[in-house]
Nanobody, 124 residues
C-alpha cells in the first residue's frame, strides 16, 4: 500500500522560508513522478512542482519558479520542497502526490496517490 506522509508546514511571515518533506513507503518509487500540489481555501488544487524519481527533470509552476526547489533523496525515500521568499498568496494546504509512468506533470488529476496534506500559512 502506497503511503505518502508530509511534514514541515507551519506559520511564517512573508519573506521567510520553509522546507516541506514527504516520506514515501509501500512500494518502490523507481519510475515515479513526485509532485507538490497545493489548495487554498475556496480554490481548486494547483500544481506547484514535480520531479521524476531519477532526479534528472524538475518542473515548476510559474508562480513559484525561482523561489521553490523540489528535490528527492532516493536513499531516504523522501521528496522535499524548499520554499524561499514566501508570500501570503502561498498560503495553502500542500499535498505530496505520486504517479507512475509517463504522465503530464502539471495536472493534479495526473496523480493517483496523495498524502494527507500539511498547512502552510504566510502572514503579511
Amino acid at each position: 500500500q502506497v503511503q505518502l506522509v508530509e511534514s514541515g508546514g507551519g506559520l511564517v511571515q512573508a519573506g521567510d522560508s520553509l522546507r516541506l518533506s514527504c516520506t514515501t513507503s509501500g512500494r518502490t518509487f523507481s519510475g515515479a513522478t513526485m509532485a507538490w500540489v497545493r489548495q487554498a481555501p475556496g480554490k481548486e488544487r494547483e500544481f506547484v512542482a514535480a520531479i521524476r524519481w531519477s532526479g534528472v527533470n524538475t518542473y515548476y509552476a510559474d508562480s513559484v519558479k525561482g523561489r521553490f526547489t523540489i528535490s528527492r533523496d532516493s536513499t531516504k525515500s523522501t521528496v522535499s520542497l524548499q520554499m524561499n521568499s514566501l508570500k501570503p498568496e502561498d498560503t495553502a494546504v500542500y499535498y505530496c502526490a505520486a504517479a507512475f509512468g509517463p504522465v503530464p506533470v502539471a495536472s493534479p488529476r495526473t496523480y493517483n496517490y496523495w498524502g494527507q496534506g500539511t498547512q502552510v500559512t504566510v502572514s503579511s
